[in-house]
Every structure is written in C-alpha cells, then in structure tokens.
C-alpha cells in the first residue's frame, strides 16, 4: 500500500479512530453474511441521563403562583367590609334607677306635689323653674281650672240636700282648691300682663272666671260661703285694676264697642258686689252714661 494513500494514514493511525467498527470493511454490502464474516458490536454501557432537579421545577411552579398573585393583585378589588356584631354585655352590678324613668310612674298630682316639696326645700329652685316652663296663657290657665270646676262638680253626692253640712264635707277640699287656683292665676294675669296678652284676653278671662264663680252654689251654713263671697271681692277688684288698664291702652271706645259695658251689667245683675264697677265707669265714661 502506498503510504501516501488516505487508506494508509488511518490504517497507521488506528487509535485515533474511536468509533466502534459496526461492519467489516472487507465484507460486501452484497455478500451474504456468514458467521465467521460477522462481526461481534460492542456496546457501551448506558450513561444515566441527568434530570433537571425537582427544586427547579417547584421554584419555576411558586414563580408561576408568585406571577399569578401580583396580576391579581392588581385587579381590582371590592372594598373589605366589617361585619360589626352586636357586643354582648351582661348586667353584672346594681344600678338606680334614673330620674326621668321615676317621673314616669307618677300621676300628675304626685309630680306636683312632688315639684312644690322640692321648691319649698330649695327655694332658690324657683325661679329656674319658672325659667324652664312653658310660658302661660290665659286658655291654658282656663282649662287647668276647668278641670278643677269638674272635680268640684263631681264632689257632690248623688241626690239629698246639695247645701247641707254632708254635701259641704265632701266637697269642701275641692271647693277650696278650685278657690285657690282662681285667686293664683287671676293675680298672676293682672296688669301689667305678660307681654303676650293684650288687654281684651285679660277682660275676656276675667269675664269666664266670673261665670265660672256664679256656678257655685250657696250653702246653708253662711260660713261655708265666706269662701265664695271673698273670691267675688278679688274678682272684683281684679275687674276694677283690669278695666283701668283697657282704658288706658285700648281707649273707652274700644271698651264700649266691645261689649265689655254690658257683660258687667249681666254679671252685676247677678251678683250685687260688681255694681259698684258698672257705676264707677257709667261716671269715667260720659256718652256711655247718657246712653
């Protein structure tokens, strides 16, 4: 063989060729194979694949959720609601009763019998007080003594003598308070008045507690009717120093056109105390008197 030949530079050189000889380069790829012209393959042992490590794979699948959470993230959200329940608390001491759960179980005349011990041991309560209620009319003051009127009324026993001492003692606490109410507004309402009330709604409710007086009855024990004969003589009065102060405001006009002259005729007629009114203004008002 010449030695320039390729053949000749790999036969020289035979350890360089690594690959294993898987056919024999003197058989024919058209010969038959016989059993001394196979040639024995030599096989390697298998080399063991190295796999990616499992952390790998768990760190990409927390990179996914990681990914996955900050896209969410960033979707938004509803607002977080609080749910607030209800705190359960448990009564563990004693406690007083409060005051206006006390005034709630009191009748009207318990919470001024209530009201007027309080003022006569604090006196200096009353002026607060009178601050802090409401401001008084004529038509309140009327229906508060109204209701005593009917108290007063319904005093008296059914049937029998109505003038008698028995009828006297079951109505004589009535009767005296109802005197009493009267003698209270009455003076409270002479002039000078609130400034709320003119002159005529100061004649006018002097004219209803007038009527209200002829409503009593007479008893047959004179003494019985000192009461009522000293409520008439306040009346009066209350009617002279009412009077007077119509005349100064509103003018003998006024008091003429409003029918006052003829309303104090009707109740002198019944009660001879007022005369001495109805002539005083007859005097005080000339064309009146000629009329």
Same mark, same amino acid.
């Given at each position: 063989?010449?030695?320039?030949?390729?053949?000749?530079?790999?036969?020289?050189?035979?350890?360089?060729?690594?690959?294993?000889?898987?056919?024999?380069?003197?058989?024919?790829?058209?010969?038959?194979?016989?059993?001394?012209?196979?040639?024995?393959?030599?096989?390697?042992?298998a080399?063991? /694949?190295?796999?990616?490590?499992?952390?790998?794979?768990?760190?990409s699948?927390?990179?996914?959720?990681?990914?996955?959470?900050?896209?969410?993230?960033?979707?938004?959200?509803?607002?977080?609601?609080?749910?607030?329940?209800?705190?359960q608390?448990?009564?563990?001491?004693?406690?007083?009763?409060?005051?206006?759960? *006390?005034?709630?179980?009191?009748?009207?005349?318990?919470?001024?019998?209530?009201?007027?011990?309080?003022?006569?041991?604090?006196?200096?309560?009353?002026?607060?007080?009178?601050?802090?209620?409401?401001?008084?009319?004529?038509?309140?003051?009327?229906?508060?003594?109204?209701?005593?009127?009917?108290t007063?009324?319904?005093?008296?026993?059914? =049937? =029998?003598?109505?003038?008698?001492?028995?009828?006297?003692?079951?109505?004589?606490?009535?009767?005296?308070?109802?005197?009493?109410?009267?003698?209270?507004?009455?003076?409270?309402?002479l002039?000078?008045?609130?400034?709320? /009330?003119?002159?005529?709604?100061?004649?006018s409710?002097?004219?209803?507690?007038?009527?209200?007086?002829?409503?009593?009855?007479?008893?047959?024990?004179?003494?019985?009717? *000192?009461?009522?004969?000293?409520?008439?003589?306040?009346?009066?009065?209350?009617?002279?120093?009412?009077?007077?102060?119509?005349?100064?405001?509103?003018?003998?006009?006024?008091?003429?056109?409003? =029918?006052?002259?003829?309303?104090?005729?009707?109740?002198?007629?019944?009660?001879?105390?007022?005369?001495?009114?109805?002539?005083?203004?007859?005097?005080?008002?000339?064309?009146?008197?000629?009329?």
């Amino acid at each position: 063989m010449d030695s320039r030949s390729p053949l000749a530079f790999l036969h020289q050189n035979n350890h360089l060729n690594t690959f294993p000889r898987l056919v024999n380069p003197k058989s024919s790829p058209r010969s038959s194979p016989t059993p001394s012209s196979q040639t024995t393959t030599t096989l390697r042992p298998a080399v063991p /694949i190295k796999l990616p490590p499992i952390t790998k794979r768990k760190a990409s699948f927390n990179e996914d959720n990681e990914d996955e959470d900050s896209i969410m993230s960033t979707s938004p959200q509803p607002p977080h609601r609080t749910i607030k329940r209800p705190r359960q608390t448990t009564i563990q001491q004693k406690r007083p009763l409060p005051i206006n759960r *006390i005034l709630d179980n009191l009748e009207k005349a318990a919470l001024v019998t209530l009201l007027s011990t309080l003022v006569a041991r604090h006196p200096d309560l009353t002026q607060e007080i009178q601050n802090l209620a409401p401001k008084l009319t004529p038509q309140s003051a009327l229906t508060a003594i109204t209701k005593l009127e009917n108290t007063f009324h319904s005093s008296f026993p059914y =049937g =029998g003598d109505k003038t008698g001492e028995y009828a006297y003692s079951r109505i004589h606490v009535a009767y005296n308070t109802l005197l009493s109410a009267i003698t209270d507004y009455t003076t409270y309402f002479l002039p000078p008045p609130p400034p709320a /009330i003119s002159a005529p709604e100061l004649l006018s409710f002097l004219d209803s507690i007038t009527h209200l007086l002829h409503r009593i009855p007479l008893f047959s024990n004179p003494i019985h009717n *000192i009461a009522r004969e000293t409520a008439f003589a306040e009346i009066t009065s209350a009617w002279e120093v009412g009077v007077r102060y119509f005349l100064e405001t509103n003018g003998s006009f006024a008091f003429t056109l409003g =029918g006052w002259m003829e309303r104090l005729e009707g109740h002198a007629r019944k009660e001879p105390v007022l005369r001495r009114i109805v002539e005083d203004l007859r005097q005080q008002v000339s064309w009146a008197r000629n009329s």
